[in-house]
């Protein structure tokens, strides 16, 4: 008698610790300077996981002294204590990788520790992620299942996306004006539309005279590096008036003079 076993938090293993001090119940009162308990005492859970009122069963103590022989002893019955969840503010998530934007919310797998031990998603934690789409910081939250309680959070860098994956459609050529042309462009992120101010800048060069003109767009906010494009500028050919009776009108010549078609 004399003892009683401690709550603990889950640690995985069926480890119990005793409180108290035994003492012996029984002796006559002749032979009490006699017989000693003696050994050490083992407390362990019935198994390890949490839970409340779980049976504890001891073991390891035995008796001492001249007069022993004449008892035996029974190891402490009955007792019961809790194992509690363990905290999840004590478990570690690995480092996670840097995602690159890609216009869907991101939901890296984590890798969760207790100690040296890797716990399972949906058995030992649920995960949350939030702010976890655009460009920044996201943040992954754990919450505690079955042995775990409480929440834990990391985060995880979004970087953006590398502007020359982008498309460019293709740009109509320009009619010379003598001065600088800027066509509107179409930049796409696979299928996806992307908007002049918000997703990038676009910059011109040698786009006045006749020739391949220049189109840059520069990423912005999701979007980072550069991207070019060309573009033609040119010069109409002439229309000549065809004098003949039978071939009266207007037709088409290029800058040769050479009949193109009515």
């Not at 035994?22 to 949490?50: C, E, K, M, P, R």
């Not at 003949?244 to 009108?249: E, R, Y």
Request: charged share 5%; glycine share 10%; with cysteine.
């Amino acid at each position: 008698t004399g003892v009683t076993a401690s709550n603990k938090e889950y640690d995985a293993t069926i480890a119990a610790t005793l409180t108290g001090t035994a003492a012996l119940s029984g002796v006559i009162t002749a032979d009490q300077a006699n017989v000693t308990l003696a050994g050490t005492a083992a407390a362990t859970f019935n198994n390890a996981s949490v839970g409340t009122n779980k049976a504890v069963t001891v073991t390891g103590y035995t008796l001492g002294g001249t007069a022993a022989g004449n008892y035996t002893v029974s190891q402490p019955i009955g007792l019961t204590a809790n194992i509690i969840a363990k905290a999840a503010n004590t478990l570690t998530i690995d480092p996670i990788a840097n995602q690159t934007f890609t216009g869907l919310a991101l939901t890296p797998a984590i890798v969760v520790k207790n100690g040296a031990t890797t716990l399972t998603l949906g058995t030992h934690y649920s995960v949350a992620y939030s702010n976890n789409t655009n460009v920044g910081t996201a943040t992954v939250t754990i919450t505690g299942i079955g042995n775990y309680s409480g929440t834990k959070t990391a985060t995880f860098s979004i970087v953006a996306k590398a502007a020359s994956t982008l498309t460019i459609d293709p740009i109509a050529n320009q009619t010379y004006t003598g001065s600088a042309l800027t066509p509107s462009l179409v930049v796409k992120d696979g299928v996806t539309t992307l908007t002049l101010g918000t997703h990038y800048t676009v910059t011109y060069s040698n786009n006045t005279n006749v020739g391949a003109a220049s189109v840059m767009i520069t990423g912005m906010g999701n979007y980072t590096g550069t991207k070019t494009g060309t573009f033609s500028i040119f010069i109409p050919g002439p229309t000549a008036v065809v004098c003949c009776s039978d071939l009266a009108g207007t037709y088409a010549f290029d800058a040769l003079q050479t009949f193109c078609g009515k």
